[in-house]
C-alpha cells in the first residue's frame, strides 16, 4: 500500500465543482496523469480482490459441509442447509460474509444444554451432584476459519503484488516488492 500511496501523491489533483440548490460544492479526486479512472491501482486492487472472494467463498462454504459430515454432526440437516455466504463490495473495501445458525458454534466449543465453556475444557463439573458431561467439542469452524483466513490474505498479498507490477510495467519503471 505504501508504494500505491507514493504514487498517488505525486499526480495531480483536478477540483471539480457543482451547485445543489444554493450551496456549491467541491470535490477532489486524485489521478494519475494519462491513466484512466477506472486503471487506478486501487480500483483494480478492489476488482480483482472481488473476483478472488467470489471463487473462494463457495470453496470455504464446501469445505465446512465437508467438515460436518466428518465430524458426523447432523441435527437432521439443519446445520448443514444454514450455511450462507455473499460478497460485497463498499466504498474502499470488498467483504465476505458467512452465516449459519448459531448453534454451530456451540457444537463447535462443546457446549451447550447447561454444559458451559469451562466445564467442556475443565473436564469438571462446576456444581457437586453434577453429572459429568459427554459433551466433546468438535472444531468444525474454527481451525478451519484460521486456514481459510490464513490463505486469503496470502491470495490478497498476491493480488496487491500483481496489481502493483503492472502498474510499473505500464509506467516503465523498475520497482522490486519485497514481503
Not at 467541491?26 to 477506472?38: D, F, K, Q, S, V
Not at 467439542?137 to 493480488?159: H, I, M, S, V
Request: proline share 3%; aromatic share 8%.
Amino acid at each position: 500500500m505504501a508504494v500505491m500511496k507514493r504514487i498517488l501523491a505525486n499526480g495531480r489533483t483536478v477540483r471539480a465543482k457543482w451547485s445543489s440548490s444554493s450551496t456549491e460544492q467541491t470535490r477532489a479526486t486524485a489521478t494519475i496523469p494519462g491513466l484512466a479512472n477506472n486503471q487506478l491501482p486501487e480500483i483494480r486492487l478492489r476488482a480483482l480482490n472481488e473476483a478472488t472472494l467470489k471463487m473462494f467463498m463457495p470453496i470455504f462454504q464446501e469445505r465446512l459441509k465437508k467438515n460436518l459430515q466428518e465430524f458426523q454432526i447432523g441435527y437432521e440437516g439443519d446445520l448443514d442447509d444454514s450455511i450462507r455466504f455473499s460478497v460485497s463490495k463498499g466504498a474502499d473495501s470488498v467483504m465476505g460474509t458467512l452465516r449459519f445458525n448459531f448453534y454451530g458454534r456451540f457444537v463447535d466449543w462443546g457446549v451447550g444444554k447447561g454444559i458451559t465453556l469451562l466445564e467442556s475444557q475443565s473436564g469438571v463439573p462446576l456444581a457437586a451432584g453434577r453429572m459429568r458431561s459427554k459433551r466433546s467439542a468438535k472444531p468444525w469452524f474454527g481451525p478451519q476459519y484460521a486456514y481459510e483466513q490464513k490463505r486469503l490474505r496470502e491470495l490478497a498479498t498476491t493480488n496487491t503484488q500483481q496489481v502493483l507490477a503492472e502498474l510499473a510495467a505500464e509506467m516503465n519503471v523498475q520497482v522490486e516488492i519485497q514481503l
